[in-house]
């Protein structure tokens, strides 16, 4: 499978924490998105990585990718129990026009 | 701006009877993605649309399955002869131009086979 794989499964966290989750994928990319996912919802865009870009940053959020370990990573800091919700990322593999998209960390955020 | 609609959000139906679920993307998206998401897990590709092109149909699980996108809009998945195994829930996305734009998903259709 060319599916990424998060990591931890489930996290549960105090609000005001930090959490910080792990992305693993197999091919070589052109980028990496994550996205998140209120139960019952679509899933929303979060944050685009470039295979040439290292970190970025959108509000709360901060994401690393290292090609070389062909790894990611999420951190979302001062959490709040909005952020409670399944945090997926996805791979644009440079070959096909399929995305491929993670079995997601579970994230609550207790208030 | 209105956002990826899909409709139904649920349908129950009969194993061995036909499906056949719409997704209208957001206006001026040249892409559009099918997936299925079963519980708890993540999402599986099905089947991709990208302009006048021939579709990428390359997730499609069996041919039981297809999809048509209409006028380089609405789209609608079709499953004939359902079975339980067939029970999901189906998302819809679409981008802008392709896999290097952020996808738009809709809240999907839950559907159960009895």
């Known amino acids: 499978s060319q599916q990424g794989e998060e990591d931890p499964q489930a996290l549960s966290i105090q609000e005001g924490e930090n959490a910080t989750m792990n992305c693993s994928y197999k091919?070589?990319?052109?980028?990496l998105q994550w996205y998140r996912q209120n139960s019952g919802r679509g899933l929303v865009h979060l944050i685009l990585?470039?295979?040439?870009?290292r970190e970025k940053h959108s509000g709360r959020l901060r994401v690393t990718l290292d090609t070389s370990k062909k790894s990611s990573s999420l951190l979302i800091t001062a959490s709040r129990a909005a952020d409670t919700a399944s945090y997926f990322c996805?791979?644009?593999?440079?070959?096909?026009?399929?995305?491929?998209f993670g079995t997601g960390t579970s994230l609550t955020v207790i208030p | 701006g209105a956002g990826v609609s899909q409709s139904p959000s649920n349908k129950v139906t009969e194993k061995g009877k036909d499906v056949e679920l719409r997704c209208d993307p957001i206006?001026?998206?040249?892409?559009l993605y099918w997936y299925r998401q079963s519980l708890g897990q993540g999402l599986e590709f099905l089947i991709y649309?990208?302009?006048?092109?021939?579709?990428?149909k390359s997730g499609l699980p069996s041919d039981r399955f297809s999809a048509e996108r209409t006028g380089g809009s609405v789209s609608t998945l079709t499953i004939q002869r359902t079975q339980q195994e067939d029970s999901a829930v189906y998302l819809c996305?679409?981008?802008?131009?392709?896999?290097?734009?952020?996808?738009?998903f809709g809240d999907g259709t839950r559907l159960s086979i009895l």
């Open positions: 996305a679409s981008s802008l131009t392709g896999v290097e734009q952020p996808q738009h």
């Open positions: 091919t070589s990319i052109n980028n």
């Open positions: 990585i470039r295979s040439n870009e």
């Open positions: 996805a791979t644009d593999p440079n070959t096909g026009n399929q995305f491929y």
């Open positions: 206006s001026g998206h040249t892409a």
């Open positions: 649309f990208q302009g006048n092109s021939a579709p990428d």
